[in-house]
């Protein structure tokens, strides 16, 4: 079983930025598709940004242009950066991936990481 360490989050003010980082265990790291997903409360979780094996990525159209995926795959990591944060970016933030789908939706995975709070507010 993968295991899934996310760091990074924080209280920030509004128009701030923070980086996410999701350590993965694993050989297969680099054949991973990973996306970045966060649940606000009372709200399902949301898948908000993917990158795939090959470094293509996508975005939910409430993030796009103001957050950026990204991998090191020496490193067993996926990054995310997010700038520009509202209000609405408030939640806890989770990482996953799956080797052989590249529609990482949430309900795929059984199993999560802890996850990293994310709260912006002034």
């Known amino acids: 079983q993968v295991q899934l360490a996310e760091s990074g989050g924080g209280l920030v003010q509004p128009g701030g930025s923070l980086r996410l980082s999701c350590a993965a265990s694993g050989s297969d790291f680099r054949i991973r598709h990973m996306g970045w997903y966060r649940q606000a409360p009372g709200k399902e979780r949301e898948l908000v940004a993917s990158?795939?094996?090959?470094?293509?990525?996508i975005y939910a159209n409430s993030v796009k242009g103001r957050f950026t995926i990204s991998r090191d795959n020496a490193k067993n990591t996926v990054y995310l950066q997010m700038n520009s944060l509202k209000p609405e970016d408030t939640a806890v933030h989770y990482c996953n991936g799956d080797r052989n789908v590249r529609t990482i939706v949430p309900g795929l995975f059984g199993s999560w990481g802890q996850g990293t709070q994310v709260t912006v507010s002034s």
């Open positions: 990158i795939f094996s090959d470094g293509s990525t």
